[in-house]
């Protein structure tokens, strides 16, 4: 599946089949999050992989009552060694990170896609349970939680806003006038 292919196939899902994910295809999902921009190559990021279903039936309350997280087969919390950043960008660093880890995320997710399955980005957590539960340090910042597995469910195509309409040239509100090279969805 090439990349366009990825970003087009790729939804937030919340059905998941009960079927094993290779580490094989975690680890390839890591290294995809691993090679997204960061900022001064700072590479703040950490990875905790979740597997154990007891641990992430807890993520239930962790996620205030998102039940569907605890069918997930695995979720893999993303967490920032932001004093890396601190040191590197002072009051700035809370920004990169946000950056950082959001590009990381999709690349972990099309990566997901590209091999067949789908995942969800939760962003509704609280932090000092995450850590809690996972021991994670206090100087880590948790940035993502991310529940995946093969989608049990058919996903539809959501509408996207035309393109034409949000993009505008040398100044907002000047749009474009000529024809679009390509379709937008």
């Known amino acids: ?42 590479q703040d990021k950490e990875f905790i992989v979740v597997r154990n279903e007891e641990k992430i039936r807890k993520f239930v309350d962790i996620c205030y009552d998102q039940t569907w997280v605890a069918k997930a087969p695995v979720i893999i919390v993303m967490v920032s060694r932001i004093n890396l950043l601190r040191m590197k960008f002072g009051d700035r660093a809370e920004h990169y990170a946000s950056l950082s880890a959001g590009m990381a995320v999709e690349n972990l997710l099309l990566s997901i896609t590209a091999n067949g399955l789908q995942g969800t980005h939760v962003g509704l957590y609280d932090e000092d349970e995450v850590k809690r539960l996972l021991r994670i340090p206090e100087d880590r910042k948790v940035y993502s939680i991310i529940a995946l597995g093969y989608s049990r469910e058919e996903t539809v195509v959501p509408k996207r806003v035309n393109l034409k309409a949000i993009t505008f ?15 937008t969805y």
Do not use: T
């Open 169 to 183: 040239f040398d100044k907002h509100g000047r749009k474009w006038v000529k024809k679009v090279p390509r379709k």
């Open 1 to 42: 599946m090439d990349v366009l292919e990825a970003i087009h196939n790729r939804r937030s899902v919340r059905f998941f089949k009960d079927q094993k994910v290779s580490d094989e295809i975690i680890f390839n999902a890591l290294e995809s999050a691993l090679w997204a921009p960061s900022a001064g190559n700072v």
